[in-house]
């Protein structure tokens, strides 16, 4: 699809200086003029920061990005919105402290554990910090466990023996999964894990001005939708929502593709976003997401939006670098 064509629809574009295809200033020249909303890169998913940060580690080359695109953005009546990868961080992902570890014991690179309060209140200064800029909302990206075999860490562990009185330390998710009982509380755990991740943040950012925090809610037809979000990513929408009474969904972000509209499988879909609709007269509002849409998504897009009353739709034109890693991950694939 042409970022023209994206543009005129007032979608919004992530901007992340390493995946744009021209240098921002040749970028602004050309399509300035069509902008509505940007939604521009803060904190990248290699866990540095694009501003000068004092909590997270700055970018050596695109340490001004945000506050200079976001200025200049601001001054041309363009909207901006700063994006946070959250868990997906390959600076902190590094720390044996921090970084996620599968059931069995394999530590993986590249990806934080949400269980770790010391985690919350990081995410929460440096979603703090772009808050202080002129911004309109904050995004919170990937706020959720890879898949169902995380995260086995040993804080994790700890936490889970200490509830439940398990005295094997070195359990797995085989182990967690005899017991019907102690499977839920464990899909209980993570999903608190999340929601605390997300509370830290909405208060942090409260507390430096009241802009929108809109965590984000993945939609995945793959996984099976709602059912295994809550399973698999530790997303509970209802709770997250509770959060900030904003929310970005993510639609098919794994899988790529967008039923047409006179589907049966468009009719599932929203089926499922009919809560959302109802939601959002009682002040919910929601922003949708995707990943390299095609022209044949458009009237897809742009129906759900209306059904919705979505105040935003935010695309991302170029695939985020380790963009098949993390679909395998998020798939679980088996890599
Ligand atoms: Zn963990």
């Given amino acids: 699809m042409e970022t023209r064509d994206i543009l005129v629809r007032g979608f919004g574009l992530i901007l992340d200086p390493l995946t744009m295809p021209m240098p921002i200033d040749e970028f602004l020249g050309k399509y300035g003029g069509y902008i509505d909303t940007l939604a521009i890169v803060a904190k990248s998913p290699e866990g540095v920061a694009y501003y000068p940060s004092n909590s997270a580690p700055r970018h050596a080359s695109y340490e001004g990005f945000f506050p200079v695109v976001s200025s200049i953005a601001n001054d041309i009546g363009i909207k901006v919105y700063g994006v946070i990868y959250s868990n997906v961080d390959r600076f902190l992902g590094k720390d044996p402290n921090f970084r996620i570890v599968k059931s069995g014991g394999i530590p993986v690179d590249g990806y934080v554990c949400p269980g770790q309060e010391t985690y919350w209140q990081y995410l929460g200064s440096v979603a703090q910090e772009v808050a202080s800029y002129d911004v309109e909302g ?36 085989d182990y967690v999964k005899r017991s019907k009982i102690l499977y839920e509380r464990w899909l209980k755990m993570r999903v608190s894990n999340i929601e605390q991740l997300v ?62 509209r006179d589907s049966d499988e468009y009719e599932e879909l929203v089926n499922l976003l009919t809560p959302f609709r109802e939601l959002s007269s009682k002040g919910l509002n929601t922003s949708l997401f995707v990943v390299k849409p095609n022209d044949s998504m458009l009237e897809s897009i742009e129906s759900l939006k209306s059904f919705l009353g979505s105040e935003n739709v935010f695309v991302q034109e170029e695939l985020p670098q380790n963009y098949l890693e993390l679909r395998s991950k998020f798939l679980g694939l088996g890599v």
Wanted: with cysteine; hydrophobic share 35%; proline share 4%.
């Fill in 199 to 260: 509370r830290t943040v909405v208060r942090a950012v409260h507390s430096e001005r009241n802009v929108k925090v809109l965590p984000e809610i993945i939609v995945e037809k793959e996984i099976g939708y709602f059912d295994g979000a809550f399973i698999h990513y530790g997303e509970d929408y209802a709770r997250l929502i509770e959060t900030s009474n904003q929310i970005m969904l993510s639609l098919n972000p794994w899988s790529q593709q967008l039923p047409n």
């Fill in 138 to 173: 904050i995004i919170l990206k990937d706020i959720a466990y890879p898949h169902e075999e995380y995260c086995f860490c040993d804080t994790c562990r700890h936490n889970f023996a200490m509830e439940t009185n398990i005295t094997d330390r070195d359990f797995g998710l």
